[in-house]
């Protein structure tokens, strides 16, 4: 806990030059003054956005601190560790799709290649015999 204690200024109390009681209307003290606005402002200027979250960790109790520390590396920890795990089964998968996948491929449209020449080899067989039969029935009779 903070303990404030108001420390007088001692130069305040003292007389200070400047217009007397009767010449207080003479001196307009109530308009805004450029000089604080400009002290206020570099004084804000200066502080960050971290000096300021910083300085919140004041305000929540040290056993809620522990909590929310606690759960932010549970989370990272899981996130690091699902991280890890996905990383491994992208990688074991990939391996081994080239692995087995590649050559099954391969090795299937060969077998397509090899089973299109044979049915083209089959319908080329056919068209002869049918090309030779049809030369047999019509071609002319062997003289006796």
């Known amino acids: 806990m903070v303990k404030l204690e108001e420390v007088p200024d001692e130069e305040l109390n003292l007389e200070q030059p400047g217009p007397k009681l009767e010449e207080e209307d003479d001196w307009d003290t109530d308009d805004e003054s450029v000089a604080s606005d400009v002290s206020e402002a570099d004084s804000d200027l200066d502080e960050t956005l971290y000096d300021r979250i910083a300085a919140l960790k004041d305000i929540v109790p040290p056993e809620y601190r522990t909590r929310i520390q606690q759960a932010t590396d549970t989370g990272v920890s899981w996130l690091q560790k699902s991280a890890r795990f996905t990383g491994s089964s992208l990688w074991i998968l990939s391996t081994s799709a080239m692995l087995l996948g590649i050559p099954w491929a391969l090795a299937f449209s060969e077998e397509q290649q090899v089973q299109e020449m044979e049915r083209e080899m089959r319908m080329q067989q056919s068209a002869n015999e049918l090309l030779t039969q049809s030369a ?9």
């Open 136 to 144: 047999g029935q019509t071609g002319a009779k062997p003289a006796l």
